[in-house]
């Protein structure tokens, strides 16, 4: 199994940046296809971005393309997601999801979760 830790969450205000990290332990990060996914108080998980083992595909949510990018290194276990152009709906906890399966925005389809992380935006 692998172990995931995020971090990197915070308070901004609206059209600031925050990079999000998902570092990881236990199996081999390069065998698993990844994903971040997001939660705001009172409303379901939704996903957010994903990419395949080697970083060569990335996967977006409508609402967050163009202004949000992840990537991985894999030499580093570690997974990010850079934020950019920051909106007060952005303002979640932000999960990043271990998996087979490149590229799906299905939550059942990721077998490891971290335990979240909180980002604040202010208008």
């Known amino acids: 199994q692998v172990q995931l830790v995020e971090s990197g969450g915070g308070l901004v205000q609206a059209g600031g940046s925050l990079r999000l990290s998902c570092a990881a332990s236990?199996?081999?990060?390069?065998?698993?296809?990844m994903g971040w996914f997001r939660q705001a108080p009172g409303k379901e998980r939704d996903f957010v971005a994903a990419?395949?083992?080697?970083?060569?595909?990335?996967f977006y949510a409508d609402s967050v393309k163009g202004r949000f990018t992840i990537s991985r290194d894999n030499a580093k276990n570690t997974l990010y997601l850079e934020m950019n152009s920051l909106k007060p709906e952005d303002t979640a906890a932000y999960y990043c999801?271990?998996?087979?399966?490149?590229?799906?925005?299905?939550?059942?389809?990721?077998?490891?979760w971290g335990q979240g992380t909180q980002v604040t935006v202010s208008s």
């Open positions: 990419i395949n083992r080697s970083g060569g595909s990335t």
């Open positions: 999801a271990a998996g087979w399966v490149a590229g799906t925005r299905t939550q059942s389809s990721y077998e490891y």
């Open positions: 236990g199996r081999t990060f390069s065998m698993y296809a």
